[in-house]
């Protein structure tokens, strides 16, 4: 089906905005390991970072389906959309489960720019995606709790105002499901550094600005607390699916970038006096590559779809996840074949972005997971882990 004119009048103004910063930005970023300040900034006063924030504060009130075609222009530009993407999944935490009291003092801020809310706190170095696990306590003291623990690969911490947390309020051991005694919190992070709070940036393979958290005795007000005391699980779980789909749509960006950088190169780059896409060998995997991006978006789009319904889509948000970045992956090796040696060169950005579409298989959930949680819940066979 042919897109709305509306769909089409974001993707031409997403494009527009990210063709003030071209790759030549984001390849400085990454020699230095810097952050897209300027880049996010735009895009938040443009609107676009903040559209599934409703109106009445501030957003556009727009749905995970819009937001999923901005995230996916972005990365066909050849920007890197992790620098942002998580202010449009997190702040689905405070809009669910956050009170009117937190709603009205953090969502108009957000929606205007004065506030980041782009990280999630969840993963620990002993635990990885077994959440119920962690080990990071959140113990009540008087009018206040108090954190202890440690976090890793927590990604724009630095570059953030807030953070929800997930931490453990009651023991394991002393809940009747494992899902249950999990607490979220909202953490300011510039009062909680230094004060119980340390961060230690953590060197990686791409430009992620992830880091390592550690807890020691820091003290958060109890209205810090995000939903149910207990009930921090469901927080969280509410915000993975529409993470998964932004995710799976910078995946599908990630694609028709790598599909149009190798289709131009082959048309373009004359080898034995005959451009090389003339040969089926090159033509042939470029087209494959088309053929997948394009199945993995239908997956995408109807995930979206199912979540704006208010429809059940774990299921779908995981596979489209799965499709989209293992999609991806092929025709970055696609494109780094076609190209050949100057693959390797940084001038044609194409290695950046190969290593940054690579995190998706893993990152926020491995490929291996989404398969097991297909084969338990939805194919009704025996859990295998």
Not at 18 to 39: H, I, K, V
Not at 118 to 131: H, I, L, M, N, R
Not at 345 to 368: M, V
Request: charged share 25%; net charge negative; glycine share 10%.
């Amino acid at each position: 089906m042919s897109e709305s004119t509306d769909i089409t009048e974001i993707r031409t103004a997403v494009r527009q905005l990210c063709a003030q910063y071209g790759e030549d930005y984001w390849l400085e970023l990454d020699r230095t390991r810097g952050y897209p300040t300027e880049f996010v900034s735009e895009l938040t006063k443009s609107g676009f970072l903040t559209v599934l924030i409703p109106e009445n504060y501030g957003g556009a009130g727009l749905g995970v389906y819009e937001a999923s075609v901005i995230m996916e222009e972005v990365c066909r530009s050849g920007a890197h959309a992790g620098a942002c993407h998580a202010q449009m999944y997190v702040m689905g935490s405070v809009l669910r489960h956050g009170s009117d009291a937190q709603k009205q003092k953090y969502l108009p801020a957000i929606a205007a720019g004065d506030l980041r809310l782009q990280s999630f706190g969840v993963t620990e170095p002993t635990t990885g995606t077994d959440t119920t696990s962690l080990k990071t306590t959140a113990r009540r003291d008087g009018d206040d709790y108090v954190i202890n623990g440690q976090k890793v690969w927590i990604s724009r911490i630095e570059h953030s105002d807030l953070m929800v947390l997930l931490a453990r309020t009651t023991p394991k051991e002393q809940v009747s499901k494992k899902t249950e005694g999990l607490s979220a919190f909202l953490i300011h992070v510039g009062e909680a550094e230094g004060n119980g709070l340390e961060i230690r940036p953590i060197e990686s393979m791409i430009n992620h600005h992830s880091c390592e958290l550690f807890f020691d005795d820091m003290r958060i007000p109890k209205e810090n607390l995000l939903g149910t005391e207990g009930a921090g699980f469901k927080v969280i779980l509410d915000g993975m699916n529409a993470e998964r789909i932004l995710i799976a749509a910078e995946c599908i960006g990630d694609g028709r970038y790598f599909i149009d950088k190798a289709s131009h190169y082959a048309t373009e780059r004359v080898v034995f006096d005959r451009p090389i896409g003339q040969n089926q060998g090159v033509q042939f995997p470029i087209a494959r590559c088309y053929a997948e991006i394009e199945a993995a978006w239908l997956m995408v789009e109807k995930a979206a779809r199912m979540f704006d319904a208010g429809e059940p889509c774990g299921a779908e948000a995981n596979m489209a996840k799965m499709l989209a970045s293992e999609a991806s992956w092929r025709a970055g090796d696609v494109c780094m074949q076609t190209h050949g040696g100057f693959a390797f060169a940084k001038e044609y950005h194409i290695e950046r972005k190969f290593r940054e579409t690579r995190l998706y298989q893993i990152a926020p959930i491995s490929t291996n997971l989404i398969l097991s949680f297909i084969g338990e819940h939805v194919l009704g066979m025996p859990r295998s882990f």
